[in-house]
């Protein structure tokens, strides 16, 4: 049902971007080809329903990225127009000037390149957390989302490793979406490699969880986990595991995302857990932290949001998620909820940044 709402929303989306998008180019050409609006109006409801049907013959992908492109297309009119606006407010003649319709296509290509940075480029972002626990310090790096696939490989792996080196991290922990739904890419590009660098970096102190897109295809899912604990990280799929970095014991639990219909509570997963260790919850989805908040859990990781990759998404999200991207204490329990390294899609990301985060932890 959540498929076919999102799946008419898009639709319905793609149907009024086109005819507010083939207006703007017809202004934009306009003066060059005054008789052409009939022609740019067929041709560009055309074009867009060819990426329409991409939504039904298992292109989804293909269809949402045709629809990222034309939202950009449709923040450059408004923006654009809006200067039109402003210039013939001031008593500006805009109808045969150039320069405004060209302002209009650098508006477009500055917000697909920004996209594309934010997208590319992370940024590390600190958060200092005081737990009431004998702890000795410690650095977390928490990386989750990397969707690791065709668009998402050895270069941006190797510019996490270096990152993590750089910030001399002592334990990464990745709660889920670590594959783009299949390892073909991963294996083909030599992506294993990468990633036995990246856990190499911490000594092998890596956990990782699984997420939706870890899970998706049935008969891939084996190869998933496989291709993780080759790397020599620690998968915990439902699982606890307890390690002991800087003399201090730390217990670690990983839950299945909950596309996996049959996994357990974080309640049952607590059942001897030693708390007087520091706790920490990998939990793909943020979307049960109030009954995770009611255990004695120290903190808990989440990823899946993207907080919203592409704006405005990001107000979607927020409405839909306790806490739906960055850091808050509840209950005790410190949320920290990323929006991810890797993307999904297209490679855009407008209103949010691909980002790692260092969390350094005190103990009383």
Request: no cysteine; net charge neutral; hydrophobic share 45%.
């Amino acid at each position: 049902m959540r498929r076919l709402f999102f799946l008419s929303i898009t639709i319905l989306l793609i149907e009024i971007f086109t005819y507010i998008g083939a207006k703007g180019l017809f202004w934009l050409i306009k003066p060059y080809l005054p008789t052409a609006k009939t022609a740019v109006m067929i041709g560009t409801f055309i074009l867009s329903h060819l990426f329409l049907a991409t939504l039904f013959v298992g292109l989804f992908r293909l269809g949402v990225g045709y629809l990222a492109v034309l939202w950009l297309g449709m923040l450059a009119i408004i923006i654009t127009f809006g200067i039109v606006g402003l210039a013939r407010w001031a008593g500006v003649d805009t109808t045969t000037n150039g320069m405004v319709r060209l302002f209009g296509v650098g508006v477009f290509v500055g917000l697909v390149g920004l996209s594309v940075y934010n997208a590319y480029i992370p940024t590390v972002r600190h958060l200092s957390l005081q737990i009431d626990k004998p702890i000795n310090p410690l650095r977390i790096a928490m990386v989750s989302d990397t969707h690791l696939g065709n668009l998402v490989g050895v270069r941006q792996l190797n510019r996490l490793t270096d990152i993590i080196r750089h910030e001399k991290a002592d334990l990464l922990i990745m709660p889920g979406d670590i594959m783009d739904d299949d390892t073909y890419a991963y294996y083909d590009k030599g992506m294993d490699v990468a990633f036995d660098k990246l856990v190499k970096s911490v000594n092998g102190n890596a956990i990782a969880s699984l997420g939706n897109h870890d899970l998706y295809k049935t008969d891939e899912r084996s190869a998933i986990v496989l291709a993780i604990r080759e790397s020599g990280a620690i998968l915990l799929d439902d699982k606890t595991h307890t390690l002991t970095i800087n003399n201090t014991p730390i217990t670690i639990i990983g839950r299945y995302d909950d596309h996996n219909h049959e996994r357990k509570t974080t309640h049952e997963l607590m059942a001897g857990v030693d708390t007087s260790h520091m706790v920490i919850l990998l939990d793909h989805r943020p979307s049960q932290i109030d009954e995770n908040i009611k255990l004695p859990i120290d903190l808990q990781v989440s990823g899946h949001t993207h907080n919203g990759q592409v704006f405005p998404a990001n107000f979607i999200v927020k409405a839909l998620n306790r806490v739906a991207y960055g850091y808050e204490q509840i209950n005790g329990t410190h949320v920290v909820v990323s929006s991810g390294y890797g993307f999904w899609g297209i490679p855009f990301r407008l209103g949010s940044q691909a980002e790692v985060w260092m969390i350094d932890v005190q103990g009383k």
